[in-house]
Each structure stands twice: as structure tokens, then as C-alpha cells.
């Protein structure tokens, strides 16, 4: 692989605000990490602020172009929904993420550095978070900026730099590696973790690697990596024997004023969620009941077709079936139909001018979506009537009392035709480098991917499904007519699902993605 040379220190998430400044200080003139206390709040910042869900979200399926007519958008936004390579910039660009990333894998490194220094056994579930927090950013980086995990080409596909020690030079080189690399060592830094993690060092859980939200993590990479045993195995630590228990009280949320702020902020605070993170992010206003955001965003079309409304096992699907309702904005230039959960957060920075910085919270990890892994991970294990069972124990609690037979899911999925720029249906085409029997496991995988369709709509989670199992994306675009046009397909294998590295990275001279 192409070694490179980096000056940009700051492109690597390293301390420095900026080469010249970096420059002026010695290598390792940093604050002395000298006791627990010090690494405990060290690890408080090992937490990506680097948000990539806008940018997966508006490249996945789940959103059309409602014409160029609609005033409601911007350049960033339309290169994303066209698998353009970036130019433009913004707070949730592809340079944030990856900043945000390497600049927590550092924190993450100088922790671990500081606790093998002081050599303190205490410090094992410190230890155990710098190592989860490490595994967790590159999980984001690879599989953002890189073609998925497969056992056939991996070897071979660029990966990205793994980190695995705070930058001590000034004149570093790094090699991309291959995915196959980054995967094999990601794994290593969660099975080191998952035995030292402890929930009694942390003051407020829920911003922090808990033991759960690491089980979580280390299911769905799992998942990822093909490792279908060890991902339902892990999934079963989170959802204990009582799964029930552990999942999202949606009727609760339901039940709540139908005020965004209200139910956003219920949602990000309830006991299901097993990890939050803030970043700076205008994705509660993009999908939130506003205007912005609206020529590239999730309509009712595509609710009505292949997501929210579209057909289940048991029949039809309308608004009522909810346990927590949707939200259908229509109007002119106005087309959202929205699962409402993403908060739109004002950090004021100036009291006097009354401005500041747009900020969310997201959700990662939850119960709901873990159990959705373990239902994917068991049809794969042809377990097919434990998959169900999971799948009935979730759209059960999400809809009201919904569930499915095995007969059911046949009948839904063996009559759909696959979805066509012709006719669009919720069926695609699954190309994965796995292999899957047509018949029953087919039909289930199919279902699974719709359940998490739905359940994480607007979270950017969907486009790692499309890249696993080499879905095809047409991008509609929806005419003043009402007709509808295709203005591109990302194609099965298509280059562009690894997203472009940023331009100042590619500048600095890393391997750009082919194109």
C-alpha cells in the first residue's frame, strides 16, 4: 500500500488546531494523564462528534428528489442524494467525520497509553472503554469511507488507517491498509474490551459504552463481519431472557402531545437507547417539520411504496397500526412523511446576537434495533422459527399487537415482484458477497431489512444494508407533473457506496476511493 506523508496533523484528529500550531510545540508537550481521574474525563471526549448519519441517510434510498423546482436545499445536500463526490462543505461533511473520528481515536490512544504507564490494575474498565471507544470510530471510518466487509475481496479492498497509538512525530506515514486488516483489528480491540467494561465508572451511562451498548456494538459488527453465531450470541446479552422487557415502550411515546420537542426529547431519553451521541447537526430540522431539507428527504411516496405504509405479512399498514404515529407534512414544496425521533438542539454561543451552533443527539445503538440483528444473525443461522419469534416480539411492541407467520412472510415476499424503476416494491434484489437460499431465508432476510428500514429511518443506518447485500438505488425524481424520472442508479457493486475520502485528506496525499 501507498505510504503517505502527512503533515496535516489535524486531518488525523491529532491535538493540534492546526499544522502551524502544532508545529510550534513539541511532539509530546500534552497534559500529563496521570491519574484516574484525568483518564476518566479523557475518555469523556473518546466519543466521535462526527455525525454520519446526514450523509449516509441522503445517499440511501430512503429519500427522492422532489424536482428542482424546490427552492428547499442546497449543493451539499443535492451532491450526497447524487452519489456526487463532495466539494461542497458543511458542519456534517465527510471532513467532520472523519475529523471527529480520528480526533476520539486519539483521545482513546493517549488513555491507553496514560494507563499502561501507570500500570494500575484498578484501571482495567478504563482500559476496557478506551479500547471499545478505539474499535467504535474506525467501525464509522471503515465502513463510511470504504466498500463493505466480505470474505471474497476485503483482502484487497482499501481500508483505512488504524490507529493504534497517539502520534509522537512530526513527520508520520500511514498506510491505508485493507479492510479485511481494519476488521481483524477492530475485532481484536472489542473481544479485549468486552470483559473490562463496568457500568460503575461512569456518572451518566447513557453518553458512555455500557456494558449493554458494548454488546450491542459487538453484535452488529458481528453482523457485519459475517460472524452470524457470535452476533446473535452477543444481541442475547443485551436483550437478556426477558427480551420483552428490554424493548422501547413505543405506546408510552405514542401517548405523549404530538409537540417535536416533546417526543424528540422522550425518545433520546428513554431507557431502550444504550448509547447517545451530540454532534453539531441540522438533522432535526432536515427531518423535523420545517421547510429546510424538504427537495431531498423522505416522502410519502416512498412511505406509501417501499417503507412506512407500504404492505406487511399480516396486510395493509395505515398510520392507525402505530403505536407511536407518524408525522405526513404535505404542502407546496412540502413533502415529508416522517418517524419523528431526531431532535433539533440550539447551543447558543453568542447571548447577546442570539446565535450559535444547530445540534442533535443520536441514537446508535437500542434494544429494538439489537433484536433486529439477532433475527438477522438466526435466519442466517437457518433458525428461521427463532427469527420469527424475534421478529413477531418486535412488531408486536411497534405496531399494535402485529405479527407474522412463516406462511405470511411467504406469501408477502414470494408475490411481490422485485422492485423496478417500473414498479417500485420494498423487495430489492439482494446481491450479497454471502450466500443466501432462495425460498425461507430469502423471505426472512427480506423482512428483516424492512423492519430495520422502518424502525431506523432518517438515521443514515440504512445505506450499511444497501452496501451488505449490493441493493441497487435508483434516484427518483419526482416531477412538477407528478411523473416520476430516474436520475442515476447506483448499481450493485458501484464504486461510489465507499464514499469519497475528504478533499482535504486526499490532498495531504492518502489513496483516494476509485472512482
Not at 494500575?120 to 465502513?143: C, M, Q, W
Not at 399498514?317 to 402505530?322: F, H, L, S
Not at 446565535?355 to 433458525?383: N, Q
Not at 439482494?430 to 424502525?455: A, D, M
Request: proline letters at 4%; a negative charge; charged letters at 25%.
Amino acid at each position: 500500500m501507498k505510504k503517505i506523508n502527512i503533515i496535516l496533523i489535524a486531518l488525523l484528529g491529532i491535538f493540534a488546531a492546526s499544522c502551524d500550531s502544532y508545529l510550534d510545540e513539541t511532539p509530546d508537550n500534552r497534559a500529563e494523564v496521570d491519574s484516574q481521574t484525568k483518564i476518566r474525563k479523557l475518555l469523556v471526549s473518546a466519543y466521535t462528534e462526527g455525525n454520519h448519519a446526514f450523509v449516509t441517510e441522503l445517499a440511501s434510498d430512503n429519500i427522492d428528489d422532489t424536482g428542482s423546482t424546490n427552492p428547499y436545499s442546497d449543493r451539499f445536500s443535492e451532491q450526497l442524494a447524487n452519489w456526487v463526490d463532495l466539494t461542497e462543505s458543511d458542519n456534517e461533511d465527510t471532513q467532520n467525520i472523519w475529523e471527529g473520528a480520528y480526533t476520539a481515536i486519539a483521545h482513546s490512544n493517549e488513555a491507553l497509553a496514560a494507563i499502561e504507564e501507570l500500570g494500575d490494575e484498578n484501571l482495567l474498565p478504563e482500559k476496557g472503554e478506551a479500547l471499545i471507544t478505539r474499535a467504535y470510530s474506525h467501525f464509522i471510518l471503515v465502513n463510511v469511507f470504504c466498500k463493505h466487509y466480505n470474505a471474497q475481496t476485503s483482502a484487497t479492498d482499501l481500508g483505512i488507517t488504524y490507529m493504534t497509538k497517539s502520534e509522537t512525530t512530526l513527520d508520520p506515514k500511514y498506510e491505508r491498509g485493507n479492510v479485511k486488516d481494519v476488521y481483524e483489528k477492530i475485532n481484536a480491540d472489542i473481544e479485549a474490551a468486552l470483559p473490562l467494561i463496568s457500568d460503575d465508572i461512569y456518572e451518566v451511562g447513557s453518553y458512555h459504552f455500557t456494558k449493554k451498548a458494548a454488546y450491542a456494538f459487538a453484535a452488529r459488527f458481528n453482523l457485519y463481519y459475517e460472524k452470524w453465531q457470535k452476533a446473535k450470541d452477543y444481541a442475547s446479552v443485551v436483550l437478556t431472557e426477558n427480551p420483552s422487557s428490554q424493548l422501547r415502550d413505543w405506546s408510552r411515546l405514542g401517548a405523549l402531545p404530538r409537540d417535536p420537542d416533546v417526543v424528540t426529547k422522550a425518545y433520546i431519553n428513554d431507557p431502550a437507547n444504550l448509547l447517545a451521541l451530540t454532534s453539531n447537526s441540522n438533522m432535526g430540522v432536515n427531518f423535523g417539520a420545517f421547510y429546510t431539507g424538504s427537495r431531498f428527504n423522505h416522502s410519502r411516496k416512498i412511505a406509501d411504496e417501499q417503507t412506512l405504509l407500504a404492505p406487511a405479512p399480516w396486510g395493509t399498514i395505515g398510520t392507525a397500526d402505530y403505536r407511536f404515529r407518524l408525522f405526513i407534512y404535505s404542502g407546496n414544496n412540502l413533502d415529508k412523511s416522517l418517524f419523528y425521533k431526531i431532535p433539533y438542539l440550539f447551543e447558543i454561543t453568542d447571548p447577546v446576537a442570539q446565535i450559535g451552533y444547530s445540534r442533535t443527539v443520536m441514537i446508535p445503538f437500542t434494544t429494538d434495533e439489537t433484536l433486529l440483528v439477532r433475527a438477522e444473525a438466526e435466519t442466517m443461522l437457518d433458525e428461521s422459527d427463532l427469527a420469527l419469534a424475534d421478529l413477531n416480539l418486535w412488531s408486536k411492541n411497534f405496531f399494535k399487537d402485529k405479527e407474522a407467520t412463516l406462511d405470511q412472510v411467504n406469501t408477502l415476499y414470494n408475490d411481490m415482484p422485485y422492485s423496478s424503476e417500473a414498479l417500485v416494491t420494498q423487495k430489492k434484489k439482494l446481491s450479497p458477497k454471502f450466500t443466501i437460499t432462495p425460498g425461507i431465508q430469502e423471505n426472512l432476510i427480506h423482512y428483516v431489512l424492512q423492519c430495520r428500514r422502518i424502525l431506523t429511518m432518517h438515521e443514515g443506518l440504512r445505506w450499511f444494508d444497501i452496501k451488505r447485500y449490493g441493493i441497487e438505488v435508483p434516484r427518483f425524481q419526482i416531477q412538477a407533473d407528478e411523473t416520476v424520472v430516474v436520475l442515476d442508479i447506483l448499481k450493485t457493486d458501484d464504486l461510489r457506496k465507499a464514499i469519497q475520502l475528504p478533499q482535504d485528506v486526499r490532498s495531504a496525499g492518502l489513496e483516494a476511493n476509485p472512482r
